[in-house]
């Protein structure tokens, strides 16, 4: 049974940074690692993901440029480094694994473990 437990998130103001923390144990089935995020009203959407195996990552194009999905073995943590963030970036963040790969984009109800959700929220 994997768990992931999540940390960071809060309020910012548009075009300042914020770094989400998910720290995975547990069995290590986890081939495919990402962030997803729920503004209200709207379903959950894939944010970033990271293929453990071989680093490959896949960022939504809103994103791109602005986030970095990135982890730490030593840590078993995985990260979300966001900049220049934007209103439309506030949502509920979740991190997720699943034991498969990801390459082909899986939706949010392909994967097997979730961490407990932080709140992004920015300011214009």
């Known amino acids: 049974q994997v768990q992931l437990v999540q940390s960071g998130g809060g309020s910012v103001q548009a075009g300042g940074s914020l770094t989400l923390s998910c720290v995975a144990s547990?069995?290590?089935?986890?081939?495919?690692m990402g962030w997803f995020r729920q503004a209200s009203g709207n379903e959950r959407e894939v944010v970033a993901l990271?293929?453990?195996?071989?680093?490959?990552?896949f960022y939504v194009d809103p994103v791109k440029g602005r986030f970095a999905i990135f982890r730490d073995n030593a840590k078993s943590t995985l990260y979300l480094q966001m900049n220049s963030l934007k209103p439309e970036d506030t949502a509920m963040y979740y991190c997720?694994?699943?034991?498969?790969?990801?390459?082909?984009?899986?939706?949010?109800?392909?994967?097997?473990?979730w961490g407990q959700g932080t709140q992004v929220t920015v300011s214009s």
């Open positions: 990271l293929e453990t195996g071989g680093g490959s990552t």
């Open positions: 547990g069995y290590d089935n986890r081939a495919c």
């Open positions: 997720a694994a699943m034991g498969s790969r990801c390459y082909w984009i899986p939706p949010a109800s392909l994967y097997s473990y």
